[in-house]
């Protein structure tokens, strides 16, 4: 994050404090995008906070920076980390992408076998989904859960949701599957080690030929080599019998050759 003097962290019943201007600020920003996101009271918010599902921003002197929440769904079947909003003096300073990340991890730890989704309109936001590994998707892909999508009622553009038969919206519905990442992390793995080990095969049918070629001109030198040594025998042990007999300077000049091959 830009700024080192924002805190972002769990929020503690210590934050209820924030829970009124969480709200209007979520409410406002809405009214400002005039895209609507669905409207949450003072208590809701501080109720997320009791049980230990929000995360907040501040600066290390206190002033409130930014805020989102887990709510669970279809029995705990589904995660959304919604009502994220920040202070609009804290813009651009890299807080949404933080509060995101930490509020993802703390959805994973929680619920790390529900799979995470969000409904947005905010281009920023869909990036930042999609380097946590969100995946586009469409409205089917999300819960049944009638309560989830009773929260939708709050919002300006209910009416298209129900023209659609909750089938589209403004809104881009993005998901992330525990499933379906262990499953790419498992296949990534095994290709890996596939690659590994073809690698490995690859070099030692390499090093046999390699080695199979040596061993084929070492057999050629060792015929050479005895070639030369039966030469040399019979040089020498003629030059032997010579000496025997009497040979004279010339002969050791000869053998002096000899040696010196």
């Given at each position: 994050?830009?700024?080192?003097?924002?805190?972002?962290?769990?929020?503690?019943v210590?934050?209820?404090?924030?829970?009124?201007?969480?709200?209007?600020?979520?409410?406002?920003?809405?009214?400002a995008?005039?895209?609507?996101?669905?409207?949450?009271?003072?208590?809701y918010?501080?109720?997320?906070?009791?049980?230990?599902?929000?995360?907040?921003?501040?600066?290390?002197?206190?002033?409130?920076?930014?805020?989102?929440?887990?709510?669970?769904?279809?029995?705990?079947k589904?995660?959304?980390?919604?009502?994220?909003?920040?202070?609009?003096?804290?813009?651009?300073h890299?807080?949404?992408?933080?509060?995101?990340?930490?509020?993802?991890?703390?959805?994973?730890?929680?619920?790390?076998?529900?799979?995470?989704?969000?409904?947005?309109?905010?281009?920023?936001?869909?990036?930042?989904?999609?380097?946590?590994?969100?995946?586009?998707?469409?409205?089917?892909?999300?819960?049944?859960?009638?309560?989830f999508?009773?929260?939708?009622?709050?919002?300006?553009?209910?009416?298209?949701?129900?023209?659609?038969?909750?089938?589209?919206?403004?809104?881009?519905?993005?998901?992330y599957?525990?499933?379906?990442?262990?499953?790419?992390?498992?296949?990534?793995?095994?290709?890996?080690k596939?690659?590994?080990?073809?690698?490995?095969?690859?070099?030692?049918?390499?090093?046999?030929?390699?080695?199979?070629?040596?061993?084929?001109?070492f057999?050629?030198?060792?015929?050479?080599?005895?070639?030369?040594?039966r030469?040399?025998?019979?040089?020498?042990?003629?030059?032997?019998?010579?000496?025997?007999?009497?040979?004279?300077a010339?002969?050791?000049?000869?053998?002096?050759?000899?040696?010196?091959?």
């Amino acid at each position: 994050m830009e700024n080192q003097h924002i805190i972002v962290r769990v929020a503690t019943v210590a934050d209820k404090h924030y829970a009124q201007i969480i709200t209007d600020e979520m409410e406002s920003s809405a009214k400002a995008r005039g895209t609507g996101i669905a409207k949450r009271s003072p208590d809701y918010v501080e109720k997320k906070m009791d049980e230990g599902k929000a995360v907040i921003a501040t600066t290390q002197e206190g002033d409130w920076v930014g805020f989102c929440y887990i709510e669970a769904w279809g029995h705990e079947k589904f995660v959304a980390n919604s009502g994220l909003i920040v202070n609009p003096a804290f813009r651009g300073h890299g807080v949404a992408k933080s509060i995101k990340h930490k509020i993802f991890e703390l959805s994973r730890k929680k619920y790390p076998h529900a799979k995470i989704f969000g409904l947005t309109t905010g281009l920023a936001v869909m990036k930042i989904n999609s380097e946590l590994g969100y995946e586009p998707v469409t409205y089917s892909e999300l819960t049944d859960d009638e309560e989830f999508w009773k929260g939708c009622q709050s919002c300006v553009n209910f009416d298209i949701l129900t023209a659609k038969n909750r089938k589209n919206c403004i809104c881009t519905a993005m998901l992330y599957d525990p499933e379906e990442k262990a499953r790419e992390a498992a296949e990534k793995e095994a290709l890996e080690k596939q690659v590994v080990a073809d690698k490995a095969k690859m070099i030692k049918t390499v090093r046999s030929a390699s080695g199979l070629r040596k061993k084929r001109k070492f057999k050629g030198n060792i015929k050479l080599f005895e070639r030369w040594m039966r030469f040399k025998k019979y040089v020498l042990l003629k030059q032997n019998r010579k000496e025997q007999n009497g040979g004279g300077a010339g002969s050791n000049k000869k053998r002096f050759f000899l040696f010196s091959l």
